[in-house]
């Protein structure tokens, strides 16, 4: 258990619609990390937070955004949903404040179906 | 842009053989090289990493090379179990500042018959 958790474990909905996926990092962690697996396009980065800042982006496209905040959950919605969106949506996350202290571990997953 | 190859894209191998994954980054100014094991309806779980002022790290039957040169590095798991039966995807990222954006590979189906 890597004490990400990720609500909910699965999603279905209809093209157009929006959703909203929740993550909590594992206790300690500031930052956040946002990654979409596919299987024409692997595990893909889309965007980091770290203590509420924005510190890394992605491919992410506009019909997507996130944040994190103050007690350090994060959030990853989207919107005007597509059939392609359809993936397994995870969220990672690490101690992120030193050079030292850098790995990153990935929660359960979110996986959404758009139909 | 950056960029993560890795191969073979599938292994097939007998119990108690040894597996080498092998990858290739493309940002020179990549200095954080962590692995993961991905099994069925899981998250990728982190299995071992290794930084850019490092040629090799072993825990356990798992070991990781660096060869910055040739940026390559690779994973090798001795003692095959089947246990060890996953995807497995290899990643590069440059660390900085608390940025960490880490740049995958597109995996490597291991299968570990008994």
């Known amino acids: 258990d890597s004490g990400v958790t990720q609500t909910p474990k699965h999603l279905i909905t209809a093209t157009g619609q929006r959703v909203t996926l929740r993550c909590s990092p594992r206790s300690g962690d500031l930052s956040v990390y946002w990654y979409q697996q596919s299987l024409d396009q692997g595990l893909q980065f889309l965007i980091q937070y770290y203590n509420g800042e924005e510190r890394a982006k992605g491919n992410i496209l506009e019909r997507f955004s996130a944040q994190q905040f103050p007690d350090l959950h994060s959030e990853l919605n989207l919107s005007s949903l597509e059939l392609g969106d359809s993936a397994l949506y995870f969220c990672?996350?690490?101690?992120?404040?030193?050079?030292?202290?850098?790995?990153?571990?990935f929660g359960p997953g979110t996986r959404l179906t758009v139909t | 842009g950056e960029n993560v190859e890795q191969h073979p894209s599938t292994l097939s191998v007998q119990e108690g053989d040894s597996a080498v994954i092998k990858c290739t980054y493309s940002d020179s100014a990549s200095n954080y090289f962590p692995w993961y094991k991905q099994e069925l309806g899981k998250g990728p779980q982190l299995i071992i990493d290794?930084?850019?002022?490092?040629g090799e790290k072993k825990d356990q039957r798992i070991a990781v090379t660096l060869n910055k040169t040739a940026k390559h590095f690779s994973l090798h798991i001795t003692e095959t179990q089947p246990e060890d039966s996953a995807v497995y995807f290899c990643a590069a990222s440059k660390i900085s500042g608390g940025y960490n954006k880490l740049i995958f590979g597109a995996g490597t189906r291991l299968a570990v018959h008994p």
């Open positions: 990672a996350s690490s101690v992120g404040d030193t050079k030292d202290r850098v790995s990153v571990n």
């Open positions: 290794i930084r850019s002022n490092v």
